[in-house]
């Protein structure tokens, strides 16, 4: 279900035009969860809209959110899936924390979605 879950989180974000998305495989690298998923919009509103997204197709999977945070502020919302854990940026926020380097050690994830 995890690599399932990371795909259905990829291809949500996909359908909101996110950018520049990266999967880490972070077993054996962090205890809080399997998968970080990582992706941003250009706007406020495109980066809710992704992570609404994102968290109506988990719950349509059955798969409950356990949390997110940020939403209202729309610069950097977390939303834990679990065994999934996407983090859906506003550009300067990302380029700015900069996930992918400081997890760079946590191999990266083909994401099974065309486009990317």
Known sequence: MNE????ITAKAA???RAEDLVA????????????FFICHGNSDK???AI???IKEKAEEQGVSVRRMEGFDEARWILIDLGDVIAHVF???ERMYYNLERLWG???RVD???SGI
Do not use: F, T, W
């Not at 399932?4 to 795909?7: P, R, V």
């Not at 495989?25 to 998968?35: A, E, K």
């Open 4 to 7: 399932n879950l990371l795909q």
């Open 105 to 107: 050690d946590a191999p």
């Open 24 to 35: 880490l495989n972070m077993q054996g690298i962090s205890l809080v969860s399997d998968y």
């Open 90 to 92: 506003h550009r300067e």
């Open 46 to 48: 495109q980066v809710q």
């Open 51 to 53: 992570a609404r997204e």
């Open 111 to 113: 994401l099974q979605i």
């Open 14 to 16: 996909d359908d909101k």
